[in-house]
């Protein structure tokens, strides 16, 4: 009986899908390219709204439950079991369901923007959700936004492959799944629509605006309907703006860029480490998960997204933070208090090392918003208690805080203005987080050229960047435009196969080359055309006589830019490319050129 039941709704639910499937086919026929976009952007929103709802409430639950617990017990042995059990979970499902791999990292977004047309794998709709929920969720040190808005490109890239739409409507569209994630997970609909513009597309038009606007719009209203304000990062307290305090807002500007570039740093750092160990499975990340489980026993505010203890430092207690910890009897000590949230700050980044190094799911937009909070609390605290001057906000500087590393971590000081001021219920504060954002992008620009996510990908040539022509280049892929079908000859031919080649095809050069494939010449029209059609004169030449040497050769591995360069040192064009040593076949400049101008034309996103 039960498994009649099941079959029923099974065959209820393809029932429902296909038709549902059917009426989008007709919808597409009947709309308007760009109607049929602005419909796309809404189911868009609220698909990728759905997996904010089931990951924030979960993450949410398990904390009350645990904090319940370990109020029980006065001490975070809760806090430091569940990330265990988490990581490992997660590994499981990795290994089991998911072929051993997943993409983690809102890096990957950008890499499939830049080298796969805006293609995501139809994975990502389900493989984030789980991995992060079990990761994050059971209280993992890393952030759920980067997850979110993976499914979110995902669910967006996957319905434009589904419904046959072009490459640009593709990247418009997974940039839409990606506002909605941003705009869902903290009810911050303009910050969601600058962060998709800001970090994910390069190059947009202000008619693109209309979707993403949509989307965020669609996914910050589903939130509001659906998800409780404990569950989501904000602020009601009234906040202020004294221009006295500016030149304290200057310095926490310079010391969020400097934090920007420490935590980006260890991080990877820690993340290179476990990259490093030969069993990658249930061992690496029992290791990892057991130190984390360390550090979240001692500085229990380590555990999970970390966004009820910024919301406790922005409150007028902060010093319940000590509750349930080894110093809570010293928890009315304003000193004590500063040390435990300076050294927390300091260890954050290797929490989420250990986090998403050792195998668990995740990411840095929520590690940033938690560092910066802390800074912006130790900085103001600081100043306080050594009476250097009137009192400062406390409140303030902790929420304006979250806004410079975020801006110096990931290069985006309009998404960290505006989610700020968003979560915060109103603008009082722009001034400052002008400030602030501003000046720790400056900073940590100064000594990393691209973002945590963007620099290993920009380090390869396999991310966008503010470069127009740049992009472009990248975006193509070289190799598919060698040309393998060149005839070619060896030092044991006579010229006179040379001339039947010349008169018999369109080929212009032909290459010389050895046994191994190795290319020992060329022999080029242009410059034998004067006597290789006189039969006295070649029956007497060997094929050494007529080889040349090439201008330049293009190797397999080289980046864009150094190909084009060649080009235009040479003055040649067309070229032979090697690989590991041996001929190949040859690339032609006017080839590459007119892929430029339909690449072009196709990333145009209008």
Known sequence: MPTSKASFFKIVFRSIFRRIENLMHLLKDRLSERNFIYLASVLVAITC??????????????????????????????????????????????????????????????????????????????????????????????????????????????????????????????????????????????????????????????????????????????????????????????????????????????????????????FQRIENFFGTFRNKGYRRALFGATILAVLIFFFPTLFGEGYESIKTLASKNPNILLNNTMLEPFKSSEWILLAFVGVTMLLKAFATGLTLGSGGNGGNFAPSLFVGSYLGFFVAKTVNLLNFTHHLPIANFTIVGMAGILSGLFHAPLTAIFLIGEITGGYDLMVPLMIVSSVSYAVSKQFEKHSMDVKALADKGDVFTSDKDKNILQSINFYNLVQQNYRTLTLQDSPAEAVTIFSSTDQKIIPVIDENKVLIGLIDFDEVKAFIFNPNHVKFMSMSEIISQPKELILFEDKPEKIMTLFETSKANILPVIHKGKYVGFLSKIDVLENYRQRLKEMIID
């Open 49 to 266: 709204s759905i997996a904010v709802i089931i990951l924030k409430s979960f993450a949410h639950n398990i904390f009350l439950w645990a904090n319940d617990i370990n109020g029980f017990l006065k001490l975070p042995y809760i806090n430091s079991l569940l990330p265990i059990a988490g990581i490992l979970l997660t590994v499981f499902v990795i290994r089991n369901f998911l072929g051993n791999s997943l993409e983690k990292g809102s890096s990957k977004i950008l890499y499939a923007v830049a080298k796969k047309g805006g293609i995501v794998p139809k994975k990502q709709m389900y493989a984030q959700i789980v991995t992060s929920s079990l990761t994050v969720g059971l209280g993992g040190s890393a952030g759920l936004e980067s997850p979110i808005v993976i499914t979110g490109a995902a669910f967006g890239s996957n319905f434009a492959q589904k419904y046959h739409l072009s490459q640009k409507d593709r990247i418009l569209l997974l940039a839409c799944g990606v506002a909605a994630g941003i705009g869902a997970a903290f009810n911050a609909p303009i910050a969601g629509v600058l962060f998709a513009i800001e970090v994910v597309l390069t190059d947009v038009s202000i008619s693109a605006f209309i979707p993403i606007i949509i989307s965020a719009a669609t996914g910050a209203l589903m939130s509001k309907v659906t998800l409780s304000p404990d569950t989501i990062l904000n602020f009601e307290q009234t906040l202020k703006f004294d221009y006295h305090n500016t030149p304290f807002y200057i310095l926490l500007g310079v010391l969020a860029g400097f934090a920007s570039i420490y935590h980006a740093r260890n």
